[in-house]
């Protein structure tokens, strides 16, 4: 049988039983699929290089970063109290001081010490579904996994133009592109801001109440694609475009609600789990239990969650420490982002695939680990 055609059938069976084992095993569905790409790439039933499959892993990826982006809700976060938005750059400041500090001291790689302050809040939307989004603990941690996600891809940014053209003036040079570029995008917010303010009929134009045609998703579409393009001009980090485009849409048109319940599905239900399910691909199961694998997996695991508990002390004094542990444990699950880092340095050979497979595993861990801790935290 055709390669492709193996890979298009397996690839919907997954699609279909994995939201089934992940309500079985109780666990968020990303892992599930990692780990059944695994076995699938182990048996030798799908592989990682297949030119169709890859191809559509990458446009997963780009499309998780473009509902990362419609995740970050700016309005609700300026109408925080101050207080609030003070402590989680303090929370912020001290975990990436720490992961700097510790990851210096274990003589890790700048790759790895990268990767262990990232925040990601995409499996936080499944813990504010079963613990409630009026949780303080919840609250606080949407709101510092906001900020801390945007610093993160920020980091993503700056990683993928170190590794690709090192560090000297061709890094400046694409720093300058980037400034450049976030500018712009600063001087368009307050441009559309205004025009809304003085025309709010625009919106309803753009994106019509009775929208019969489509009209939110066929422009949240071509958002989506010309911000890529325009990142691919510019040769930047095509993630960090694909985060402004979901965060244009989350701006501008949070009137529709339907429109981000309409990309998530279509996301989570397509090409996100092909995304999961080609780094599962790529992880070769032989190598877990290497040596080297291994202590730098411990090593991951004892750092992300250690500088994250004594990060969440500049919150306890807000919402108290029992809360404030929930918040930290929460917050340690940035799975989609330390795959993204990982791939941007085995891409690149910055890493061996050593470390690449310690950081896929860490994640992996992390969220079993993190899921059951707040489960029984959350209990008492």
Not at 79 to 88: R, T
Not at 288 to 308: A, K
């Amino acid at each position: 049988m055709n390669d492709s055609v193996v890979v298009i059938l397996t690839l919907s069976l997954v699609l279909v039983l994995s939201p089934h084992l992940s309500r079985i095993f109780r666990l968020p569905t990303a892992p599930i699929e990692i780990i059944i790409g695994s076995l699938l790439a182990y048996f030798g039933i799908i592989h990682s290089e297949n030119t169709n499959f890859e191809l559509l892993a990458q446009v997963g990826f780009l499309y998780l970063m473009f509902l990362a982006g419609l995740e970050v809700d700016l309005k609700s976060i300026f109408k925080m109290p101050k207080v609030y938005i003070a402590q989680s750059f303090y929370f912020l400041m001290f975990l990436w001081g720490l992961a700097v500090f510790f990851g210096l001291l274990f003589q890790l790689h700048y790759i790895l010490i990268v990767v262990l302050p990232l925040i990601s809040i995409g499996i936080l939307a499944t813990l504010s579904k079963e613990y409630g989004k009026e949780s303080r603990w919840v609250k606080i941690a949407f709101l510092v996994g906001t900020i801390g996600e945007v610093v993160s891809i920020v980091a993503l940014s700056i990683l993928e133009a170190s590794t690709s053209v090192g560090f000297g003036g061709d890094l400046l040079h694409k720093m300058l592109h980037l400034l450049l570029f976030l500018g712009a995008v600063l001087a368009l917010y307050g441009l559309l801001r205004l025009l809304f303010w003085w025309y709010p009929e625009f919106k309803t134009t753009l994106m019509p109440s009775d929208d019969e045609k489509y009209h939110d998703l066929r422009l949240a579409m071509g958002i989506f694609f010309i911000m890529i393009a325009i990142m691919k001009q510019l040769h930047l980090e095509l993630a960090f475009g694909a985060f402004i485009a979901g965060l244009f849409i989350s701006t501008f048109f949070h009137h529709k609600k339907a429109l981000e319940d309409k990309m998530t599905s279509f996301g989570f239900g397509f090409l996100v789990p092909i995304f999961f399910i080609h780094v599962g691909a790529s992880f070769n199961l032989n190598n877990i239990f290497i040596s080297n694998v291994l202590s730098t997996t411990g090593i991951l695991l004892l750092l992300m969650f250690t500088i994250r508990l004594l990060a969440a002390y500049t919150l306890s004094f807000l919402i108290g420490k029992q809360n404030a542990i929930l918040t930290a444990l929460a917050l340690s699950m940035p799975l989609t982002l330390m795959i993204a880092v990982a791939t941007v340095g085995a891409e690149t050979h910055v890493i061996d695939m050593f470390d690449y497979y310690a950081v896929i595993l860490a994640s992996l861990i992390e969220v079993i680990v993190a899921m059951i801790a707040i489960k029984l935290l959350a209990k008492k």
